[in-house]
C-alpha cells in the first residue's frame, strides 16, 4: 500500500543482513522517521553516541525524515539503538546491515559514473530502507553493477534503484532483491533487455 507519510511499521525491519559477498563494505544502518523535528533529534543523536559517519539526515516528500549512518558495525549498531529509541512511535522504517556492499555509497550519492549498461533492472519500493535492502540484496546475489540508488527525495517517499549487468545475472539480482522486501513495500520491478543509447544517457542525469 502506498505511504502515506503517517507512523507505521513494516517493510525492511531486518536487524542484521549481511549475505555473503564478494564486496563488503562499512556497517549501514538507516532511520526513516514520520516526523522532520523529532528525525533531526534522531540524527544529532546517533552521531553523539558513536564514532560514525552520517551520511544523510534529510527531510524527504512527503514530510519524512531520513538518517543514514556508516562505520564500523559495533558504532553503527549503537548509534542505531539510540536513535530507534527516539524515534519511538514516529519510526516508519529502519535497517541495519552489518556488511553493505560498498557500491551502495557511491549510487545513493549519485557518484557512479563510466560503467558499461548491459541490460537494465529497476526496482521500485514504498519505503526508503526497503530500497536499501533490496539493493544490497541484489548486488550481493548476482554479478551486476549498481548505477542509481535514489531515495525519496521529489518521489513522494518511494524509492528505487538500478541496476546493470547481463541479463541471466540481471534477472537473478532483481529477483534476489525483491524477494527480500515484505509487508507491502514492494512497488514495482521491470527489465530492460536492450536499452536505447539515448535512454541509457538519462540513467546519469
Avoid: C
Avoid at 114 to 141: N, Q
Avoid at 174 to 183: F, Y
Amino acid at each position: 500500500m502506498p505511504d502515506s507519510g503517517g507512523p507505521q511499521r513494516g517493510g525492511a525491519q531486518s536487524e542484521r543482513v549481511s549475505p555473503p559477498g564478494p564486496r563488503p563494505g562499512p556497517a549501514l544502518a538507516l532511520i526513516e522517521v514520520a516526523s522532520i523535528a523529532r528525525g533531526m533529534v534522531v540524527a544529532d543523536a546517533t552521531v553523539k553516541r558513536a564514532a560514525v559517519n552520517l551520511v544523510r539526515a534529510e527531510a524527504l516528500t512527503p514530510g519524512k525524515f531520513v538518517v543514514l549512518l556508516t562505520g564500523g558495525e559495533e558504532e553503527v549498531a549503537e548509534a542505531l539503538e539510540v536513535g530507534l529509541e527516539l524515534a519511538s512511535a514516529m519510526l516508519i522504517d529502519k535497517l541495519y546491515l552489518a556488511q553493505a556492499d560498498e557500491q551502495l555509497i557511491p549510487a545513493i550519492a549519485g557518484t557512479v559514473q563510466d560503467t558499461p549498461v548491459a541490460a537494465v533492472g529497476i526496482v521500485e519500493t514504498f519505503s526508503v530502507a526497503a530500497a536499501v535492502l533490496a539493493a544490497d540484496r541484489a548486488v550481493k546475489a548476482a554479478e551486476v553493477r549498481l548505477l542509481r540508488l535514489r531515495l525519496a527525495r521529489g518521489l513522494g517517499g518511494k524509492a528505487f534503484f538500478v541496476l546493470t549487468g547481463d541479463l541471466p545475472q540481471l534477472e537473478e539480482g532483481v529477483e534476489a532483491g525483491r524477494s527480500i522486501i515484505h509487508d507491502g513495500m514492494l512497488l514495482n520491478s521491470e527489465i530492460i533487455a536492450r536499452p536505447h543509447p539515448d535512454f541509457v544517457r538519462t540513467l546519469w542525469t
